[in-house]
Each structure stands twice: as C-alpha cells, then as structure tokens.
C-alpha cells in the first residue's frame, strides 16, 4: 500500500492532505512519504480498541472481595485474643503459685486442732475440709468489735449464697475466752448471727494450740469487781479454701461486699494441691 501511494505521489498532489494544506506543503516523494507513515500511524492508533484495566502493563490481579477482607481481620483479631487470654491465664497461674508458696512459707492453719462446737460434738480440722470457711476469732462477752465483725461475715456469706453456681461458705467462730464461752454460751450466740455459723470452743491448752496454728495474738486483760474482764486479740477474717489451707484474710478496713467479691475471685481460680 505504502509503494502505491508513493507511486501517487509522483503524479500528484498527496491525496492524504487537504487543499489549504497542500498548497503549503512540499509533494516530495520524501515529504510525501512522511506524512503517509504519520497518517497510518494514526488511524492505526484511533480505531484500536483501549486495553482492559486487567491488561493495561503494571496492573495487579482481581480486587479481593470485602468479605475476605473482613474474614482475614476476624482470624487476626481472634488470634490476638487467644494469645492475650493465654498469657493473661498464664499469669494468673504464676501468681497463684506464688501465693500457694507464700502460705506455706508463712505456715498459718498448718497442723490439726481438737474443738468442740456449739452443740457439743467434736471438731477437729478435717472436718472443716471440703468447704471454703470463712473464720473468726473473738469472745461473746465482746462489746462491740466481736458483734460488728461477725455481722459483716454473716452478710458475706449471705451475699454468696444469692449466687447459685457457688459452693456454700461455712461461717465460723473461735473463742479465745474459754473460761466463759462453754458450750451452751456459743449456742446462745451465735444464733444471733447467720444460720449456719458454727461456734468453736474448748479447753485453755486447746484454744492456745489453734490460736497459735492460725497466728492468732489474745491476751486476758484485768479484771473489775464484777470479775468482769476483756480479751485483746487479733481482729482478722481468715479464709480457708476445701484444702483445709489458709487462703486469705481480711480485716476491719474491708466491708461485707469486697469479702464477697474476694471469696468469689479464689473459687473460680482454686484447683485442689493435695488430690
């Protein structure tokens, strides 16, 4: 086609160009052929059909789908959180550790004690096994603090119980005053308090051997006329888990719902060390 159209052009004027450009431009073979080649070149490139964006040079492959997107971010997101809930149990089981190390270090409840309770039967420590015990060591003949103490433990225990899926908390009382609080004394007293608490007592040698098993300080103070007296001791709310160890403790500065909440954090985390 290209040697016809040079051939043309040796006759005449290039039929390519219109008039007001031919009688401005050269009809030179060479000229001629110039432009021949810029008009293929450009017809060729105006009626060729646009790459496809999937074909044009540098483009990637099909976009990925908003579902996949969201599916890949939820596996991430999961694992993430597995891996944090690991580590966070992880820790929680070191610590618990620590803790079971630190109690045996500090021997409190260590060893066995011989009580009688307040409907006359005899206690000893295994008894207690097998139930988480929250105790107390006090007197009946205590004005105020005794009374106040007991209270709060008794409503614990009872804001455990609005809680179903959790053992029952076995509320109990040691008297360091056993020249006062025989048998009948603890029945009287603690029926004022919750139900199920259970009132210890015993001979003098028997209330110094577990108040010394439990580091528990008492002291007779003088005595009045009316051969009345009071008893200094250790004002402390201990808690034994159903090992039969001490697991934790709890004084005045801690009210009924915090005991609560504390007792509820060492039943879910308690597995047993002696089964």
Same mark, same amino acid.
């Given at each position: 086609?290209?040697?016809?159209?040079?051939?043309?052009?040796?006759? =005449?004027?290039?039929?390519?160009?219109?008039?007001?450009?031919?009688? @401005?431009? =050269?009809?030179?073979?060479?000229?001629? &052929?110039?432009?021949?080649?810029?008009?293929?070149?450009? @017809?060729?490139?105006? &009626?060729?059909?646009?790459?496809?964006? =999937?074909?044009?040079?540098?483009?990637?492959?099909?976009?990925?789908?908003?579902?996949?997107?969201?599916?890949?971010?939820?596996?991430?997101?999961?694992?993430?959180?597995?891996?944090?809930?690991?580590?966070?149990?992880?820790?929680?089981?070191?610590?618990?550790? +620590?803790?079971? +190390?630190?109690?045996?270090?500090?021997?409190?409840?260590?060893?066995?004690?011989?009580?009688?309770?307040?409907?006359?039967?005899?206690?000893?420590?295994?008894?207690?096994?097998?139930?988480?015990?929250?105790?107390?060591?006090?007197?009946?003949?205590?004005?105020?603090?005794?009374?106040?103490?007991?209270?709060?433990?008794?409503?614990?225990? =009872?804001?455990?119980?609005?809680?179903?899926?959790?053992?029952?908390?076995?509320?109990?009382?040691?008297?360091?005053?056993? +020249?006062?609080?025989?048998?009948?004394?603890?029945?009287?007293?603690?029926?004022?308090?919750?139900? @199920?608490?259970?009132?210890?007592?015993? &001979?003098?040698?028997?209330?110094?051997?577990?108040?010394?098993?439990?580091?528990?300080?008492?002291?007779?103070?003088?005595?009045?006329?009316?051969?009345?007296?009071?008893?200094?001791?250790?004002?402390?709310?201990?808690?034994?888990?159903?090992?039969?160890?001490? &697991?934790?403790?709890?004084?005045?500065g801690k009210d009924d719902q915090e005991i609560a909440e504390s007792v509820k954090r060492h039943m879910k985390t308690y597995k047993s060390i002696l089964s």
């Open positions: 086609m290209l040697r016809h159209i040079q051939r043309t052009c040796k006759l =005449s004027p290039c039929p390519f160009l219109n008039q007001g450009v031919r009688n @401005r431009v =050269s009809t030179t073979p060479k000229n001629c &052929t110039n432009r021949i080649k810029w008009f293929i070149t450009a @017809r060729e490139i105006s &009626t060729s059909q646009p790459l496809q964006k =999937s074909q044009q040079p540098g483009s990637s492959k099909a976009p990925i789908s908003l579902r996949t997107r969201l599916l890949v971010s939820c596996i991430i997101g999961g694992a993430a959180v597995g891996i944090w809930q690991y580590l966070r149990w992880e820790k929680q089981e070191k610590k618990k550790l +620590e803790r079971i +190390e630190q109690l045996r270090t500090l021997a409190v409840g260590q060893g066995d004690f011989s009580l009688t309770d307040h409907k006359g039967q005899p206690c000893c420590k295994k008894d207690l096994r097998g139930k988480w015990v929250l105790m107390y060591f006090g007197f009946t003949h205590c004005p105020d603090i005794c009374p106040d103490e007991l209270q709060k433990l008794s409503s614990a225990v =009872s804001l455990l119980d609005k809680d179903t899926t959790l053992p029952p908390v076995l509320p109990v009382f040691v008297s360091v005053d056993p +020249e006062r609080d025989n048998v009948a004394a603890l029945a009287k007293y603690v029926s004022e308090f919750h139900p @199920r608490l259970k009132g210890l007592t015993g &001979t003098e040698e028997q209330i110094k051997a577990v108040a010394q098993a439990y580091r528990v300080y008492y002291s007779v103070g003088p005595r009045d006329e009316d051969n009345d007296y009071i008893v200094d001791h250790t004002i402390l709310i201990y808690l034994l888990n159903p090992d039969g160890l001490f &697991t934790d403790y709890y004084n005045r």
